[in-house]
T-cell receptor, first 111, second 115 residues
Framework: QKEVEQNSGPLSVPEGAIASLNCTYS??????FFWYRQYSGKSPELIMS????GDKEDGRFTAQLNKASQYVSLLIRDSQPSDSATYLC???????????FGGGTRLMVKP | EAQVTQNPRYLITVTGKKLTVTCSQN?????MSWYRQDPGLGLRQIYY???????DKGDVPEGYKVSRKEKRNFPLILESPSPNQTSLYFC??????????????FGDGTRLSIL
C-alpha cells in the first residue's frame, strides 16, 4: 500500500513568518510530487509541482525534494492570513497515472 | 471558461438506492479521475480513465462503478450505496499525460450522505 504521510497540524505561524510543511512517501518509484492547497469547503488547487531533487521556487513558495530520503517539503515565505488552508502533498506512481494524497496539514497564519 | 462540472453538489439518500454522480469537463482532457475525501485521510483515488473506454481501479474502488463512453463525461455510479460511502467526492481531469505531468483540474465536489 503506497503511503504519503503528513502531520495533520494545525501548524500555527505568525503573519510574515516562514511556514514549513513536510511530507514523506513510501513508494520509491514515485516520479512526480505536488502540493495542493485546499480552503475549507473548496476543491484542491495546485500550487507547486516538483520532479527532480533539489529546490524549486515560485514566488513565496519553495518546494524541496529529496528522493533518497523520500521527503518533500513546502516553504511559504512571508506567510499571510490568506495562506490559512489545508495543504495536501500528492505523489504519483511510477507510471504517472495514479495520484496518492497525504492527509493534509492545516496551516493557520495569525495576524 | 475551462471547468469540471459535477452534479449534484449535495445529495442525501438511503442505503441501497442506486445513484449516479455526473462529471463533465470542457477542456478536451483525456485523463479523468474520481476521488473521495474523508477527514484526516486526504483524497483517495477511486477510479481513473486514461481515455474513452479505458478505465482502471484506483486505491478504493469497492462499491463503485464508472464508465467513459465520451471524452467529456465520467460518471460515478453507486449501485447499492452504503453508509460507509458517505463522503465528499471530487472529479478531476488533466491532459493526456495524466496527473504525473499535468496539473489536475478539480470539480467543486459532491457531498453525499447515505443514511
Amino acid at each position: 500500500q503506497k503511503e504519503v504521510e503528513q502531520n495533520s497540524g494545525p501548524l500555527s505561524v505568525p503573519e510574515g513568518a516562514i511556514a514549513s510543511l513536510n511530507c514523506t512517501y513510501s513508494d520509491r518509484g514515485s516520479q512526480s510530487f505536488f502540493w495542493y492547497r485546499q480552503y475549507s469547503g473548496k476543491s484542491p488547487e495546485l500550487i507547486m509541482s516538483i520532479y527532480s531533487n533539489g529546490d524549486k521556487e515560485d514566488g513565496r513558495f519553495t518546494a524541496q525534494l529529496n528522493k533518497a530520503s523520500q521527503y518533500v517539503s513546502l516553504l511559504i515565505r512571508d506567510s499571510q492570513p490568506s495562506d490559512s488552508a489545508t495543504y495536501l502533498c500528492a505523489v504519483t506512481n511510477n507510471a504517472g497515472n495514479m495520484l496518492t494524497f497525504g492527509g493534509g496539514t492545516r496551516l493557520m497564519v495569525k495576524p | 471558461e475551462a471547468q469540471v462540472t459535477q452534479n449534484p453538489r449535495y445529495l442525501i439518500t438511503v442505503t441501497g438506492k442506486k445513484l449516479t454522480v455526473t462529471c463533465s469537463q470542457n477542456m478536451n482532457h483525456e485523463y479523468m479521475s474520481w476521488y473521495r475525501q474523508d477527514p484526516g485521510l486526504g483524497l483517495r483515488q477511486i477510479y481513473y480513465s486514461m481515455n474513452v473506454e479505458v478505465t482502471d481501479k484506483g486505491d478504493v474502488p469497492e462499491g463503485y462503478k464508472v464508465s467513459r463512453k465520451e471524452k467529456r463525461n465520467f460518471p460515478l455510479i453507486l449501485e447499492s450505496p452504503s453508509p460507509n460511502q458517505t463522503s465528499l467526492y471530487f472529479c478531476a481531469s488533466s491532459s493526456y499525460r495524466g496527473p504525473g505531468n499535468q496539473p489536475q483540474h478539480f470539480g467543486d465536489g459532491t457531498r453525499l450522505s447515505i443514511l
